[in-house]
């Protein structure tokens, strides 16, 4: 048993110890089931909670969630157009966020599937030359809808 100051106070029986924490107005909480005895600790349990629960908002609060932020392209895209979301895409990356490249084919754009693979291969190579990618989802055709997802390393 452990005292409210951290002091070792030894083996002691049950019964004596939750009487030993009524007197000082505390609980009794066990620290350590799996240990031989089990280790008890008398503490302000409301507080010892508190406390767990303000260090896991501060641990939560420091994660980094990753995001996957959207860039569309499309099939008559202008050359400085691609470069302006080329520096769009490395600003997401350089946040440390997903990039999902996107590229919608309407009415007769669907019959060039291949010029659409050509723009968003070289948009990835681009972005690949100066920021070492990882290319999460490879691109995928479904229906006129071209994608693809690509991280930093």
Known sequence: MIDENGD???VID???ALEMAQERGLDLVEVSPLANPPVVK???YAKMKY?????RRKEKA????IEIKGIRLSLRISDHDIQVRINR???FLGDGDKVKIDMQ???REMQHKDLAREIIKKFVETIAAEVPLNIEAP???MGGRLSTIIANK
């Not at 420091?62 to 969630?65: E, L, P, S, T, Y």
């Open 51 to 55: 406390e767990k629960e303000k260090e």
């Open 139 to 141: 691109l995928s055709v």
């Open 14 to 16: 049950t019964e004596k």
């Open 89 to 91: 895409a490395k600003g």
């Open 62 to 65: 420091k994660q980094k969630k």
């Open 105 to 107: 084919l309407k009415g």
């Open 42 to 44: 008398i503490v302000n």
């Open 8 to 10: 070792n106070i030894g």
